[in-house]
């Protein structure tokens, strides 16, 4: 992984404000996260198990409620960094140096 191109943006006020960098600084920080890297491959592995033992129906509505819940903890993780980085600005404190 080439940690340049990889690295996540700058998180201030401006990039919470923006979707598409404040998306965009989320996936690069787990990208560089290698307990995420280790379980997402684990989570594949175990998910091409149970399909072989689904049919197309049951596989379709398992991966239905897959991406309800993926996208509901991906809402629950937004909302609380957005809320630490304001907790950390009212507290008066300033991003740290990268």
């Known amino acids: ?3 340049t191109t990889n690295k996540p943006p700058r998180l201030d006020a401006e990039a919470l404000e923006d979707g598409d960098t404040f ?7 787990l990208l560089r996260d290698e307990e995420h ?5 684990h989570v ?5 198990k149970l399909a072989k ?3 197309g129906k049951t596989w379709a ?5 897959e991406q309800i819940t993926n996208h509901r903890d991906g ?6 960094v957005r809320w630490a980085f304001l907790e950390g600005v009212r507290c008066g404190r300033e991003g740290r140096d990268r």
Do not use: G
């Open 44 to 48: 594949m592995k175990v998910q091409r």
């Open 37 to 41: 890297r280790r379980l997402s491959k």
């Open 1 to 3: 992984m080439n940690s």
């Open 53 to 55: 033992h689904c049919t």
């Open 75 to 80: 809402h629950a993780i937004e909302v609380l």
């Open 23 to 29: 998306s965009l600084a989320m996936d690069r920080v």
């Open 61 to 65: 509505i398992f991966l239905r409620v």
